[in-house]
């Protein structure tokens, strides 16, 4: 049978995702195209929460692979595809599985959070998931008299131990593209914009030192609705660029200037909608997690859920 020709990508995509019966996830940080044709637009949580709710037959998550690995682990029963599968995560990397069991060897009665932002192997070790949006509502569901280990990112775990005042062992992972934000790049922003609320990702680089400053700290999610419902025309934005396009789509009538123009996911930028047509078409490059460890990485996952 010949190929049937469209007369574009995004035409072929609508197309195929009907033929299908597929959403499109993306993530705040994808390519604009992208984004203006998802199904679904957001934070790890949002996709996550998205992902288990629909009644789609596959998903296409255009994000990393930990977030694909999250849908699969909580839709069982569906076709999770990932257009490229080299879009990986260098945070998730910096933590593995003998890590956590080391520590809670070391550790009897020690609890576990892991950031989303980390491999399904290490969701099941630990006893709780949690994102940026949700992670200071999980750590103060914990008991009190528990030590937490908090992996893998440094910055979000400072920050969530500075707000519960818990006891938190911080792992030293961090994200590349926020550490490009430094406290330099907000001081000058600051002084050039100075009717610009500043809000930031809790991953960002200049965090202790410039969390003082924030009118916000938050995920992107967050981020996304606080400008729309701010009376503010201006903001500094301290986070991957991508989700400056949401925010200009959604506000055209409002200024948002990037903390650092360095501040990009190269593996969020794998992605494009010939990737997605592709992976439509052939329906390739699915992200299935062994049933064995998706119902150990379930827990925590769905523990987060709960609290969130």
């Not at 010949?2 to 990508?9: E, H």
Request: charge should be neutral; aromatic fraction near 6%; proline fraction near 4%.
């Amino acid at each position: 049978m010949a190929k049937k020709i469209y007369n574009s990508v995004t035409e072929e995509i609508l197309a195929l995702k009907k033929e299908r019966g597929a959403i499109l996830l993306a993530h705040n940080y994808q390519i604009g195209e992208i984004q203006d044709l998802a199904d679904v637009v957001g934070d790890s949580l949002r996709l996550a929460q998205e992902a288990a709710r629909s009644d789609a037959k596959v998903i296409v998550f255009c994000g990393v692979h930990f977030m694909a690995e999250t849908a699969s682990i909580l839709c069982p029963d569906k076709t999770v595809l990932i257009p490229d599968l080299e879009a990986g995560c260098s945070l998730a990397d910096m933590s593995l599985p003998e890590d956590i069991r080391r520590w809670k060897q070391a550790h009897p009665g020690g609890v576990v959070v892991c950031y989303v932002n980390t491999s399904a192997a290490v969701k099941a070790e630990s006893d709780y998931c949690c994102t940026s949006s949700n992670a200071e509502k999980v750590v103060l569901s914990i008991p009190a008299d528990k030590e937490i280990l908090f992996v893998p990112d440094f910055f979000l775990g400072s920050y969530v131990k500075q707000k519960t005042g818990r006891k938190i062992h911080l792992w030293s992972g961090y994200c590349p593209s926020h550490i490009m934000i430094q406290s330099a790049d907000i001081d000058r922003l600051k002084a050039a914009h100075p009717a610009a609320e500043f809000i930031m990702h809790p991953e960002c680089g200049c965090l202790t030192k410039s969390m003082h400053l924030a009118d916000q700290i938050m995920s992107t999610e967050g981020m996304t609705r606080y400008v729309g419902e701010s009376a503010a025309k201006e903001f500094i934005v301290a986070t991957e660029i991508g989700v400056l396009h949401r925010m200009r789509k959604n506000n055209p009538q409002k200024t948002f200037y990037p903390a650092s123009d360095d501040s990009i996911c190269q593996y969020m930028k794998l992605h494009t909608l010939e990737k997605v047509a592709a992976t439509l078409e052939h329906l390739r490059f699915e992200v299935k997690v062994p049933a064995e460890l998706a119902a150990r990485a379930r827990v925590p996952i769905e523990r987060m859920m709960a609290v969130a």
